[in-house]
């Protein structure tokens, strides 16, 4: 079969490569998914052949700088031969086998991405962990994990040796350091002298991959598992991915090592689609170095999550001139118009929106060539079928709020979550009907658009109104005064609970006279959404609660205005 020539809105489209043209007629639903599957094996060492064969741009496949001068950069031969090392290290010296698990808790250094890659090529299951873990929170990804190796540096080595006594499973403890230290092995040493040749593993398509804990931002991080198919092959099933990107393309996620938009944007999905993976290590996120790194560098792609974007166009754009970024993405977290406005004048880009969740991954996009709506968070991603749901699972007509759900009988799609490891109760509460549950409440609308209302327990029902928080939030963040915000339900004797306002001013008003300027908020929420949703009190904070992936905790304010903290 020799598959055609696609253009998707006349981007030249990357299905003509090998790696995807192999799928075609999976794609096309003639042939059943592949039984076998790995994402090393049937992807990297595939674009490894086409980059031999002079068949793929002249790109790196991975693209690392330090800030401070340092730069790797990796074809993907070298990936597969330094990743084949890495898999000897794991299964040879630590001994470690198909199905084991391994925490790695690494900042974003080029090991990160060796260990990933050799992980895989030995069926081994990772757990990535943000490096801003605490000892109290490693011990609780290991025991609840069981994991038989984590892989860390010298910072957080001694959180670990804190309560590795606790942890009955743990066998090896790698370091990823220049030094040494009593107890730990040395990832360095011994990988440089590990041979290169190492035989992937053969793995089912359904084979657990990687564990992610979830954000944790409504409660304990839900360890929530994917398969080589899930994250590996997905990518390779659609047609019109959220990221639309082909091997000459320079992906830059900012994001967190722990978090599942780095695994998607700078492993499984550039990837698959033989891009080129930037990474900067950023020990620090600041505005002034994202902005000389896009203006030094030529990526065309960036990924990050809202809190970004709200940093950036918080600073004076004037002065910076890209190199060649072309589009931007925004996900993990509501994005509010006026940012999307502010950053289109001051760069002259839009800002594409993906929605999703460690659970499913991408579940709506706006991808490349779509129109924008902004406010809203795109269409279902495919193989997606996503809907909103009521409390019965029927699937509601356009314009009705519900709960935003994925049809996932009669049969499971790739891409969506095998289960909550260990907990099978919420892994079957999650179920309703044919669908999965994702717990956001939305609207669809015509044209197949969602918009975003809240979590479902950030829902604030005032006087019998269901207020969702995003929309006042992006009503209050369109005031100049207003850097950032969020909104949560405050206890009210006469109606019961009713909208509260937590306010972080920009720096121009940050010596403002409070109470009228509070009045001016309220005012303006007034003015640009329906009255009975603006907030009846106001705080004005230097700070709000984030969970590591830099999410509002407004669950934590929330429980604050009711006392419960
Ligand atoms: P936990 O499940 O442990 O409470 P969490 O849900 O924050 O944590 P993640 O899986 O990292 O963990 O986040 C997924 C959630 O983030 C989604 O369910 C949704 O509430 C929110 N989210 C992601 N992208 C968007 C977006 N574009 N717009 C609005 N909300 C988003
Ligand atoms: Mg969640």
């Known amino acids: 079969l020799k598959p055609p020539c696609r253009t998707f809105h006349g981007h030249p489209r990357l299905l003509v490569s090998d790696v995807h043209s192999q799928y075609e007629s999976v794609r096309r639903g003639e042939q059943e998914i592949p039984k076998y599957f790995n994402f090393a094996s049937d992807v990297l060492d595939k674009w490894s052949e086409i980059e031999k064969a002079g068949k793929r741009p002249t790109n790196s496949a991975f693209w690392w700088i330090s800030g401070n001068g340092e730069e790797v950069k990796w074809s993907f031969e070298e990936l597969g031969f330094l990743s084949r090392k890495v898999a000897n290290v794991l299964t040879k010296v630590c001994g470690l086998q198909k199905g084991d698990r391994v925490i790695l808790v690494l900042p974003r250094i080029p090991e990160w991405w060796l260990v990933n890659v050799a992980c895989i090529r030995a069926g081994i299951v990772l757990i990535p962990g943000t490096s801003q873990l605490s000892a109290k929170d490693i011990l609780y990804r290991l025991q609840a994990s069981k994991a038989k190796c ?164 918080q600073t004076d754009l004037s002065s910076y001139k890209f190199m060649n970024l072309k589009h931007c993405m925004s996900g993990g977290e509501p994005l509010n118009p006026e940012v999307i406005d502010q950053w289109k004048s001051k760069t002259g880009l839009d800002i594409y929106e993906v929605y999703g969740q460690t659970e499913a991954g991408i579940i709506c996009s706006i991808s490349r060539g779509m129109k924008i709506k902004p406010g809203s968070m795109g269409k279902a991603a495919p193989p997606f079928d996503v809907q909103v749901v009521d409390k019965n699972a029927n699937i509601l007509p356009p314009g009705q709020q519900g709960e935003i759900a994925i049809r996932s009988k009669p049969v499971r799609p790739l891409g969506l979550f095998t289960e909550y490891v260990d907990n099978p109760k919420k892994t079957t509460e999650s179920e309703r009907g044919d669908f999965y549950i994702t717990g956001d409440r939305a609207t669809m609308d015509e044209d197949g658009y969602f918009w975003f209302i809240g979590r479902d327990d950030d829902i604030i029902i005032s006087s019998g109104y269901r207020i969702g928080p995003f929309e006042v939030e992006s009503a209050l963040i369109e005031h100049p005064a207003v850097a950032e915000t969020a909104v949560v339900s405050s206890p009210d004797p006469l109606r019961g609970e009713v909208v509260k306002a937590f306010v972080v001013l920009s720096d121009a008003f940050s010596s403002s006279d409070c109470e009228s300027l509070a009045r001016d908020l309220q005012e303006h929420v007034k003015k640009t959404t329906a009255p009975y949703k603006y907030p009846r009190k106001v705080e004005f904070v230097q700070e709000l609660p984030k969970t590591i992936t830099g999410k509002i905790k407004r669950n934590e304010l929330r429980a604050k205005e009711w006392g419960q903290m």
């Open 150 to 313: 984590i892989i860390t540096n010298d910072t957080l080595a001694p959180a670990v040796d804190s309560v590795a006594s606790e942890c009955q499973f743990l066998k090896n403890k790698l370091m990823v350091s220049k030094g040494s230290r009593e107890g730990w092995l040395n990832f360095n040493e011994l990988y440089k002298n590990q041979p290169a040749d190492h035989s992937c593993v053969k793995t089912m398509i359904q084979d657990s991959m990687i564990i992610f804990f979830t954000s944790g931002t409504t409660g304990s991080p839900k360890m929530t598992e994917h398969s080589q198919g899930s994250l590996g092959f997905r990518p390779l099933l659609c047609e019109r991915y959220w990221l639309d990107v082909a091997p000459s393309n320079i992906v830059w996620g900012i994001t967190d090592t722990g978090w599942i938009v780095t695994s998607l944007t700078s492993v499984f999905d550039a990837w698959a689609l033989g891009s080129c993976v930037f990474v900067h290590q950023l020990p620090q996120i600041e505005s002034s170095v994202i902005l000389n790194t896009l203006c030094t560098f030529p990526i065309d792609t960036m990924i990050s999550a809202p809190t970004l974007y709200r940093m950036l166009v």
